[in-house]
Structures are given as C-alpha cells and as structure tokens.
C-alpha cells in the first residue's frame, strides 16, 4: 500500500504542478495586457491634451468672434444714430 501511497502523492504533485504552471501562464498572460494597457495609458493622455488644446483654442476663437459681432453690432448702432438724425 505504501507504493500506491506514493503514486498517488506523485500524482497529486503533478497536478498541483500543472495547476501552478496554469496560474503563471494566466499570470504572465494578465501582465503583458497590464503592461499593454500601461503603454496606452501615455497615448490617451496624449491624445486628451491634444482634444483639449484644440477645445481651448476653439472657445478662445468663438470668444473673439463674439466679441467682434459686438463690436461690429455697436457700430452699426451707431451709424444708425448718425443716419436718423441725418434725417
């Protein structure tokens, strides 16, 4: 009995040693798509700053639109003042 004590040890070993191979491989498996996901990370960022900046640049010239209609607005106002008491 002693024998198929060892055997079934051995037996047991091996599939322990199967199941622990298994965890490294999904281990190994979950680090390269971690380091993946890592070396994405910058470009994103990158990519965020870029959406950003161009945002910025797209409110700052909206601003200066706004700006000019009422500039524009006022001296229109004006020549009509200057055009009624023409009148």
Known sequence: GSL??????LQQAEEALVA???LIDKLK???EQHKIVME????LKAQADIYKADFQAER???E???EKKEYLQ??????QREFNKLK
Do not use: I, S
């Not at 994405?40 to 470009?43: A, G, K, Q, Y």
């Open 74 to 79: 006022e001296q229109l106002e004006q020549l």
């Open 20 to 22: 622990k191979q298994e």
């Open 4 to 9: 198929e004590d060892l055997r079934q040890q």
């Open 29 to 31: 498996e979950e680090a």
């Open 64 to 66: 200066k639109l706004v």
């Open 60 to 62: 700052h010239a909206r």
């Open 40 to 43: 994405t990370v910058p470009v």
